[in-house]
Structure formats: structure tokens, C-alpha cells
């Protein structure tokens, strides 16, 4: 365990030079205070728990303090928002304060966001508030403790500074780590600005830190696209099977790492919805749930063109062509697990396919629909879960073909099917209306209830003593918040 002035710094990015980013101080909160903190974030730091609780940490994620060794800056990005490109963006509100190397040898990124100004704030104010930050907190660290891959937040440092939104509120920063804070973007932004030394020198660095085996591959650019390709093809089919609405998709906010990145108006069904639309400025519903399976390569696509220089177009191509197999084997190999199957055959997609229509016709709830299932025999799970469904006959015939189709895939005791399936169906997910519950009382200075949300979710699998509540269907105001786009 590491005391806060023991960390070590090796600012990689950093070195990359002015081409790449700015050297920016953070401008500080007025009144720093923690609001939460994730000790399993902390341990990736080697960093005891104990520290959250001093003056200092506040001091030093608040924007007051900096480490010797950091070395703050704003990185320089470009990508396509909602289909069209934009040619400069940047963090706008968001530092690298440097890379710190663990005892392990991982490299993390430490990235605070609402930090203030920088050269790429356009009309921005270089701020974050309070409710943006504990949702962009509350969503990694749950994300991650379901599997799915995701950046990491230390911690939400809360504040008296005004910030304007749609009304006052007050200014925040959060804690982010990554390997790499690396975006589509980045590529793009060198690829259309024609600078193809500095594409070269950020390409190189991507691959000799973040994709080393592919060094050794003949065409190395390459088989780092195809890692990339076939990361996201991963991370979007667990975003599909645990109703994940990520809500900004742009290329600015997908990350070449693969993981979930740059949290907005992101949220986890409630009850099953393919054409749900998180953020209520996709009037379109670009970036509705199930429009995420084709954005996610048409973002790939957009990396493509700005690797053209490194990498055959018929090459691309080709491995663009990956994705959505790769997309569809995972998703189904996970809803496979969720319906507590072990084995495939040929019909389990159409099996998915006529669940979530059912689902959808009757408003059921995505995640306790799947929890339930697993809690007795699948016999008399669905004779329990039946009562949810308004076309009876149609689960019905759903229900005698997983039952028929349960029994094919081998025997196993209740118990062993709870185990098996319990594993895989969270009972705790992080849904709007608790996130909303968590920060209004945060607004009002109680930051009990988001430690408590965020202590849950850290553990979605496991049944936890008094806890039910958490495990509940929205109320109905709870139902359908609009969540804004302004953060
Ligand atoms: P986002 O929608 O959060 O992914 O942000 C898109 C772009 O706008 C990025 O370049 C951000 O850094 C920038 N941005 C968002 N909010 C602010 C803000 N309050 N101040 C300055 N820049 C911002
Ligand atoms: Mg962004």
C-alpha cells in the first residue's frame, strides 16, 4: 500500500510533445470535499483507502495540489457527433494529470474531469457538476463489477463552486483511470488535419503500449485494427445482453482500448425496450439500443478511413467484415448463459429473439426477468415469471420450448442452476431512478446514499442483507426520466 505522495509517475503521452496536447493547470473548487471513493479503484493506484479520508485527497482531486511528477495536459481530438464530423474537439474539461505505474506494472492513466478550462473548451465552461459526475462514477465502477469493460473512477470531489446548466449547480470533478485515454478521435483528428508524422508517431505509440503482441504479427497496424475490432464487437454484445444504453457513441467517445468511455446520458433498461433512446437530444435515435450493434461499426468504420494510411483499404475491409459475426457469437454466447444453457444449437438465437419480443410487447423488466429465471427449476420459474406477460399464449409456447430445450441440454440440480445462472444475471443494476434518488440526496450534502448505491453495485451478483430495495422495478416517476445531455 502506497501513501497519496508515494505514487510514480511515467507520463508517456505526455512526452508525445505539444503536437499531441497542452500543458494546462486545473483550475480548483472552492471547498473540495469527497463525496465517494472506490477502494477497488484505489487498489489499482496500490493506494490505501485510509487516504481518501485526508484533507489532502480532496485537496489534490479538487484541482488544489499537484504531485511533482504530474505532468497536466489537455489532449487534442477531432470525431463524427451524431454522423458528422467535427473537426476540433479536444478536453474540453478533462486533464491528464499523468500516467501512474503500479506494482503490478500497469500503467493508469489519472484523468480529472471538470477540471476547467483548456484550449479545447469552444463555448464550454470547463466544468462538470455534481449529478454527471457521480452518474459517470456510479456507471464504470458498476460496469466494470458486471464484466464489462470500462474506464475506472477513483473518485467524485464535490464543491461550492457554481456552475450554470439549465439552472445553478454545483461544480464537481471525478477521477477517471484508463490504460489509455486514447480515442477514434485522436486518429481522426491527425488523419484530417494531414499530419502524417504525427499520425505515425501516435499509431506507434498505441501499438508498442497498448497492443505490443501485435508487434510481432507480419502486418502489425493491422492486427492492432483487428484487436480493436474484435474488443469492440465484445464490449457493445454485453452492452446489448445487459441492456447497456451507452447514449453518445460518438467517435470522440470511443476509446481505442475498447472499453466503455465518457459516460453521458447512458442507462441500463429498466423494462425491455430495443428502440429505447437514453439521451433526449437523439431525436433520431442515432444511438438507440439497438442501433448500437450497427453504430458500433460504423465507429469502427470511421477509424478505418483515418488508418487508410497505415493499412490497406481491402485489409480493412476485410476485418470491418469481422465484426458483426464476432458481435453476434458473444452476444448470443452470453444470452446462452443468462437462459442457464451450457450448450448451442442452431435455434437459441430465434429462442433470444422471441424472449425479447414477448419482453418488449409486455414491459417486462430486462434484468429481474433473468434473475427470477434462475431461482428454481426453469419449470417452475416460468409458470412464476408467467403472471408478467400480457400475450399468455405467446409465452406460453415460448415457455414449453425453453423447458423442452432445458432439458436437452443436460441434467443439473436446482441448486447448481441457481449457482450457474446467478453468476451471470445480476440482481443489482444501476438504474436511473436510483441514481437519481442518490443524487439528489448528494445535492442536499447527504452522501450516504451514493456510497451505499455504489457499495451495492460493486457486488451485482451476490444477494445482499437488506438490500431489497435496490432490486425493485422503477416507481412510477421513476419510470422514464429524461435524462439531460447537459453535464
Ligand atoms: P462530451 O459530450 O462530454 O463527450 O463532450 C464533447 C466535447 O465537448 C469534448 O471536447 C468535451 O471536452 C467538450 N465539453 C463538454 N462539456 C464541456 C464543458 N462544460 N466545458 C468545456 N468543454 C466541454
Ligand atoms: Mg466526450
Not at 80 to 92: A, E, I, K, R, V
Not at 368 to 388: C, I, K, N
Request: aromatic share 10%.
Amino acid at each position: 500500500m502506497k501513501a497519496l505522495d508515494e505514487l510514480t509517475f511515467d507520463n508517456r503521452f505526455a512526452r508525445l510533445g505539444d503536437a499531441f496536447s497542452t500543458h494546462v493547470l486545473p483550475e480548483p473548487l472552492d471547498e473540495p470535499r469527497l463525496v465517494v471513493v472506490s477502494n477497488a479503484a484505489m487498489a489499482l493506484l496500490d493506494l490505501d483507502p485510509a487516504a481518501a479520508e485526508t484533507p489532502v485527497f480532496a485537496e489534490l482531486f479538487g484541482g488544489h495540489k499537484l504531485w511533482a511528477q504530474a505532468q497536466p495536459r489537455a489532449m487534442v481530438y477531432s470525431g463524427h457527433q451524431f454522423g458528422g464530423y467535427s473537426p476540433q474537439l479536444g478536453d474540453g474539461r478533462g486533464l491528464l494529470l499523468g500516467e501512474v505505474y503500479n506494482q503490478a506494472g500497469e500503467h493508469w492513466d489519472l484523468h480529472l474531469k471538470g477540471a476547467g478550462l483548456t484550449p479545447y473548451s469552444r463555448m464550454g465552461d470547463g466544468r462538470a457538476v455534481l449529478r454527471s459526475s457521480i452518474r459517470e462514477f456510479l456507471a464504470s465502477e458498476a460496469l466494470h463489477a458486471l464484466g464489462i469493460p470500462s474506464s475506472r473512477a477513483v473518485c467524485v470531489i464535490g464543491s461550492n463552486t457554481p456552475v450554470w446548466r439549465e439552472k445553478q449547480e454545483r461544480g464537481a470533478m471525478v477521477l477517471r483511470l484508463a490504460h489509455s485515454h486514447i480515442r477514434f478521435g485522436h486518429f481522426e483528428y491527425f488523419y484530417y488535419t494531414k499530419k502524417p508524422e504525427q499520425q505515425k508517431e501516435l499509431a506507434e505509440h498505441v501499438l508498442s503500449l497498448h497492443y505490443p503482441e501485435c508487434m510481432e504479427q507480419p502486418e502489425p497496424y493491422l492486427a492492432m485494427f483487428r484487436e480493436i475490432v474484435e474488443r469492440n464487437a465484445e464490449m457493445i454484445a454485453k452492452w446489448q445482453a445487459y441492456g447497456f444504453c451507452h447514449g453518445v457513441m460518438n467517435t470522440d467517445n470511443m476509446s481505442i482500448l475498447g472499453i466503455t468511455f465518457d459516460f453521458g446520458p447512458f442507462a441500463f433498461l429498466d423494462d425491455f425496450d430495443a428502440h429505447f433512446i437514453c439521451n433526449h437530444s437523439d431525436h433520431e435515435g442515432r444511438y438507440s439500443f439497438s442501433n448500437q450493434v450497427p453504430i458500433g461499426q460504423w465507429n469502427l468504420s470511421a477509424l478505418a478511413q483515418a488508418l487508410t494510411p497505415f493499412i490497406s483499404v481491402d485489409a480493412l475491409k476485410e476485418t470491418l467484415g469481422l465484426y458483426l459475426p464476432l458481435y453476434q457469437a458473444h452476444y448470443l454466447d452470453l444470452m446462452r448463459r443468462r437462459l442457464g444453457l451450457t450448450t448451442a444449437e442452431d435455434d437459441d438465437q430465434k429462442l433470444v429473439e422471441q424472449l425479447l419480443k414477448l419482453m418488449q410487447n409486455s414491459g417486462v423488466d430486462y434484468t429481474l426477468f433473468f434473475r427470477r429465471l434462475g431461482d428454481e427449476s426453469a419449470a417452475l420459474a416460468v409458470a412464476r415469471l408467467r403472471d408478467d406477460f400480457v400475450d399468455l399464449a405467446g409465452f406460453d409456447a415460448w415457455a414449453e420450448q425453453y423447458k423442452a430445450r432445458v432439458e436437452r441440454d443436460g441434467k443439473c440440480s436446482e441448486a447448481q442452476r441457481r449457482e450457474r445462472m446467478h453468476a451471470v444475471n445480476p440482481l443489482y443494476i444501476l438504474r436511473n431512478y436510483l441514481a437519481q434518488n442518490a443524487i439528489a440526496a448528494a445535492e442536499s450534502g447527504d452522501y450516504s446514499e451514493v456510497r451505499r448505491l455504489h457499495e451495492v453495485l460493486s457486488k451485482p451478483f451476490e444477494e445482499q442483507a437488506g438490500m431489497e430495495q435496490y432490486a425493485q422495478r422503477p416507481p412510477d416517476w421513476g419510470k422514464h426520466l429524461e435524462i439531460s445531455c447537459s453535464s
